[in-house]
């Protein structure tokens, strides 16, 4: 180990120190401190190192290790510590020529060779120290997902989702203590699952498979209205869908939602890609109360909800690369929204009344951008016939902030 490389990462399975490469053992019998859970430090047995268990939350260890900076360090993981696992944290505190990192195969690997699965055609998630709720846009017809289990409860409790999403006939597999003498691999269908005495390390393989009526989030924007729970404070489908284009989402960006009445635009805006942050910013409890759950059951629980009243609820928030501005908003926000755009940030803003309209105009006059009249017609009965009724034109303006 060169003298810089004081930390070693090792990934390590349910055979232990048995199945670790000779190098990898000389760095745990080496080491004068090893960290890992109870059933990392249980598999390579009594050690001369001092033993650290791993705290809650885990980051609470970072201390302690950099404390022995320049010692031999050891931190064990399950598998690879890279993916899903401790690397990350990490990787963040201590420099890369400070790690050395030796990984054993990890939990997707074992589980795709089992099921036969090209891994790079899986979806790839984990719901271990996650809400349960991200795995929601996941589940697309005729998908293949691999999922790191929360505990024993994650597999029943998917089969449970999958089934009030019209989904029942998906295949659920549940694959334990992989890659040791107790190895054991089920399944069942969703709507008939009644496994039990499931291993509280388990990795799940979902075969989603869409009933008729299935709810399935779209890949693209403008989800159906009736999927937000609402008072009417929505930007409707149609619009919302326009909107979203011109905020035009990329993957990590940061979105404040101004307004959210219903959350919808920050909803849709985390849905674009899994990386994607937003703030929904709104002033009526009730109403945040509202989008906490439409985020929730859409399949973005990370949604931040800042209760407040704009200008002032701005103020120390994460800098957007985007800020949308739903109806009714009021010359103090444009400007206050403006000034916390960086550079090259996006702003766009909806107005159906005259008021705000003008208020519209104005900020084009003064920034640029593009204004853009937004005009549906719906098809109304009428008698035993049909005429298009308009719904109230839209003005929208876009700038790009330069």
């Known amino acids: 180990m060169s003298a810089a490389r004081w930390l070693s990462l090792i990934g390590i399975g349910e055979d232990g120190l048995a199945a670790l490469t000779p190098a990898a053992r000389a760095l745990i019998a080496d080491a004068s401190l090893i960290i890992g859970g109870a059933r990392h430090l249980e598999l390579i047995g009594p050690q001369k190192a001092e033993t650290l268990l791993w705290p809650s939350p885990l980051s609470a260890a970072m201390e302690t290790i950099l404390a022995h900076r320049g010692a031999p360090t050891v931190v064990l993981a399950s598998g690879d510590p890279f993916f899903f696992g401790v690397g990350d944290m990490i990787a963040r505190n201590v420099a890369a020529e400070e790690i050395l990192c030796l990984p054993a195969p990890s939990s997707f690997s074992l589980a795709a060779a089992r099921l036969k699965w090209s891994q790079q055609d899986c979806a790839l998630l984990s719901l271990h120290g996650r809400a349960f709720e991200r795995v929601t846009p996941h589940l697309q017809p005729s998908r293949r997902l691999l999922i790191l289990s929360w505990d ?34 089920r399944s069942a269908r969703a709507e008939a699952f009644s496994l039990t005495d499931i291993a509280p390390l388990n990795t799940i393989g979902v075969e989603a498979i869409a009933g008729p009526g299935a709810r399935i989030l779209p890949l693209t924007p403008g989800l159906p209205d009736d999927w937000f729970e609402h008072d009417g404070q929505i930007t409707k489908r149609d619009i919302r869908a326009v909107t979203l284009a011109a905020l035009a989402p990329r993957r990590g960006e940061c979105l404040w939602d101004i307004g959210a009445g219903s959350g919808s635009i920050a909803i849709e805006w985390m849905l674009a890609d899994p990386a994607n942050r937003a703030i929904a910013i709104e002033q009526n409890a009730t109403r945040a109360a509202r989008i906490a ?22 103020a120390g928030l994460a800098t957007p690369d985007a800020i949308f501005i739903g109806g009714g908003g009021e010359a103090k926000i444009i400007e206050a929204a403006w000034d916390a755009l960086p550079l090259r940030g996006r702003i766009v803003a909806n107005a159906v009344t005259i008021e705000t309209q003008a208020l519209l105009i104005d900020a084009f006059a003064r920034m640029g951008g593009e204004l853009v009249s937004i005009a549906i017609a719906k098809a109304r009965p009428i008698g035993s016939y049909h005429a298009l009724e308009p719904a109230l034109p839209a003005l929208q303006w876009r700038a790009v902030k330069s």
């Open 152 to 185: 024993e409860t994650t597999p029943a409790r998917l089969a449970a989702h999958l089934t009030a999403l019209g989904m029942g006939e998906s295949r659920i597999h549940v694959l334990e203590h992989m890659g040791g003498a107790k190895e054991r691999i």
């Open 293 to 314: 759950r439409n985020a929730a059951s859409l399949g973005v629980p990370d949604l931040a909800i800042v209760e407040g009243a704009a200008p002032e609820a701005l």
